[in-house]
């Protein structure tokens, strides 16, 4: 029974693990499939943007610390990913 418990705690583990990486799909809504939209119409066009300046906004956007007046929308959809979660979901899109 022990080994079942250890079993179950390291697969939901794993599995919370995976599910955390950013995968982009509820950022269409705003920024458009392809990043092609301001978001709100005020934001910057994403697929122009360098993974570098991608990662400094969402990192800065989870922190509170960048963005304009809509920067509370941007914090609660980052809050739940990790700076490397950020990092290398940046490095998918942009420039």
């Not at 697929?47 to 914090?75: C, N, S, V, W």
Request: proline share 1%; net charge positive.
């Amino acid at each position: 029974m022990k080994k079942i418990v250890i079993a179950s705690i390291a697969t939901l583990a794993l599995v919370t693990a995976a599910s955390a990486a950013v995968n982009g799909k509820a950022c269409a809504a705003c920024h458009g499939a392809n990043w092609e939209k301001k978001a709100m119409g005020k934001s910057k066009i994403v697929k122009d943007m360098t993974h570098a300046e991608i990662a400094e906004a969402l990192k800065g956007y989870k922190a509170g610390t960048f963005g304009g007046p809509m920067k509370g929308i941007m914090k609660g959809q980052v809050a739940r990913y990790s700076d490397a979660d950020l990092e290398a979901f940046a490095q998918t899109i942009g420039k």
